[in-house]
């Protein structure tokens, strides 16, 4: 950027290059769209920034972001209390969402078990996790984790953690996908596919 830029807008670009996804090229883009559509753009997403901060917290039973805590999943009278739904992330909490296929309750983890990275299960929400599962009402725990090592070390340390619980302990399936053919997949979706196979 050049010097006549101002630390106004290095100040922008540094931080726009912190998000995922973005790094000094796009966030320059992204700086310089946002400067350019100020009513349209950088005004109003300002606005939505400072609410955001001003407004949204962590559920203290699940984890979940909302503007109300405990939030609205949580609340909602029409999901199954006895019924949870273990999320790496927020985000993975969105995606279940977003398929409306889960009407239970959720728990996000706030990260993976991770030896590289030094990240032990004191980092993670699973002391809450297991005290949840340990109180009466619940049925079912569903590991919707990712496909990864560190989603499957995840998944095998809350089953045994779990395991005092009087609660049974699933595992989303995995597989070929919908749509998916045959010779584009990896070798290890397909050998779990045919191990996961079911009736037709």
Known sequence: MAASAGPEIERLIALLS?????????????????????????IPLSDALSQAAAKVR????CGALDTQDPCA????PS???ALICVVEEVGALWAMERASAFRGRYHVLGGLLSALDGIGPEALRV???VARAGAGEIREVVLALPATV???????????NLARADVAVTMLARGVPVGGELDWLDDGTIAQAM???RPA
Do not use: V
């Open 150 to 160: 560190d989603g499957q070390t995840t998944a095998h340390y809350l089953a045994e």
């Open 195 to 197: 191990r996961a196979r």
């Open 18 to 42: 912190k998000l995922p996804g973005l790094g000094p090229r796009s966030a320059r883009r992204a700086a310089l769209a946002l400067l350019k559509r100020r009513d349209q753009l950088l």
């Open 127 to 129: 002391g809450p996790l």
């Open 79 to 81: 999901r199954d209390p």
């Open 73 to 76: 999943i949580c609340t909602d």
């Open 58 to 61: 962590t559920c203290q039973i």
